[in-house]
């Protein structure tokens, strides 16, 4: 397989190019061999590598976690339990948020449909955003 430099691997993997050097400074990617000129240059391995990590971070697993995933993927002979468990983890963690945006789109809803018609010193949005102890629906996050 002809070497890649750092340009082109990007572009093929849909990343930047601070990005593939903040993943080797990690160790998410192995440092790679170096041309003549000291340029970078991966191979196919290397791309594979790259695009799972860019997908996994895409669906919001953390670095730490694809960090695991990695150490699984370079060990194809051990049990999928350790993978299973991390992609049940960040499921639970989607869960909740949607959980909190729902309600969060509940109390937004609630508080336009109050607040159609009247001046501002009549208005629901203003009057819950002023005071937190007014929202209808507790469950959402307070950033």
């Known amino acids: 397989m002809e070497m890649v430099p750092i340009g082109e691997a990007a572009r093929s993997c849909g990343v930047k190019v601070p990005t593939i050097r903040y993943y080797e400074q990690i160790g998410l990617l192995p440092a790679p061999p170096r041309s003549e000129g000291n340029r970078r240059l991966f191979d196919a391995a290397d791309l594979r ?11 919001g697993f953390e670095i730490e976690a694809i960090r695991t995933l990695l150490a699984l993927q370079d060990d194809p002979a051990r049990s999928c339990e350790a993978a299973d468990a991390i992609a049940r ?20 809803l609630s508080m336009i449909d109050s607040a159609r018609h009247g001046r501002v010193d009549q208005c629901r949005v203003i009057e819950v955003l002023a005071d937190h102890g007014q929202c209808r629906h507790l469950f959402h996050e307070k950033a």
Do not use: K, Q
Not at 49 to 59: G, K, P, V
Not at 89 to 103: F, G, H, N, Y
């Open 89 to 108: 983890a960040r499921l639970e963690e989607v869960e909740r948020r949607i959980a909190s945006l729902t309600a969060l789109r509940g109390e937004l």
């Open 49 to 59: 590598r790259l695009a799972f990590i860019r997908h996994a971070r895409e669906l």
